[in-house]
Nanobody, 120 residues
Framework: QVKLVESGGGLVQAGGSLRLSCAAPEMPYVINALGWYRQAPGNEREFVAG???????NYAESVKGRFTISRDSGQNTVYLQMNSLKPEDTAVYLC??????????????WGQGTQVTVSS
């Protein structure tokens, strides 16, 4: 298990922006891929975005053009810039370690999650 620490959630009005961060401070080597998932009450956990160590990205259709995932080169810190937020983006956002094939494939380590609430 990899310890993942998320931050940056909060309350924002529709149309606003937030930036989430996730770090793996105790990892001695570069993680192949990191991703973001989200889970709203009563809903299943859903994929949001992923990025590998080479910078290749993968997005859910629902966030394309609004969200941008990035990571520090050679580091295990990943960011999720969320713009044009909608009330339906409200969820707990969780960081995940994984691998990148044709798309991001989740692995076994999850962060504790950070709450994002978008008001209408």
């Amino acid at each position: 298990q990899v310890k993942l620490v998320e931050s940056g959630g909060g309350l924002v009005q529709a149309g606003g922006s937030l930036r989430l961060s996730c770090a793996a401070p105790e990892m001695p080597y570069v993680i192949n891929a990191l991703g973001w998932y989200r889970q709203a009450p009563g809903n299943e956990r859903e994929f949001v975005a992923g990025i590998n160590s080479g910078g290749r990205t993968n997005y859910a259709e629902s966030v394309k053009g609004r969200f941008t995932i990035s990571r520090d080169s050679g580091q295990n810190t990943v960011y999720l810039q969320m713009n044009s937020l909608k009330p339906e983006d409200t969820a707990v956002y969780l960081c995940n370690t994984g691998i990148m094939r044709n798309q991001f494939i989740s692995g076994g380590s999850w962060g504790q999650g950070t709450q994002v609430t978008v008001s209408s």
